[in-house]
């Protein structure tokens, strides 16, 4: 029994890498930012969004994952949520939405700065 619920606790915290606590800094070799709290991964703000709308849905979303709030999630300043169009909470920062990039694969990797001149990392 013990080994089901182990791998089923595993399968959950894989299934589920965009959800955590308030996003925090981490430095890399192109200079400090900010990162998911439970995976270290770099956050990025997208071109096409405005303050308090994301824009990145469906395929762009597969691709660039929202970083998702928990209702009980306490956001500070600069930090906030927005709501999604299906009810969930992203985090932002300044009001700008904030997403992961399939592309990184550890703490540090920036992989997705500057795609398509419209991905940017998020900087403290």
């Known amino acids: 029994m013990k080994p089901v619920i182990l791998a089923f606790a595993a399968l959950v915290a894989a299934a589920t890498p965009a959800f955590a606590a308030s996003p925090i800094k981490v430095a890399t070799d192109s200079g400090d930012v900010i990162a998911g709290s439970n ?12 303050a308090g709308v994301s824009n990145c849905y469906d395929a762009c979303a597969e691709s660039w994952p929202p970083h998702l709030a928990e209702y009980w999630d306490d956001p500070r300043p600069p930090f906030s949520t927005i709501e999604r169009t299906d009810g969930s909470k992203q985090w932002a920062k300044d009001g ?10 550890k703490k540090g990797d920036t992989n997705g700065e500057g795609v398509d001149g419209v991905w940017q990392a998020a900087r403290p």
């Open 39 to 50: 995976t270290y991964k770099t956050l990025y703000v997208y071109g096409a969004d405005s």
């Open 96 to 105: 700008m939405p904030l997403y992961f990039s399939v592309l990184d694969e």
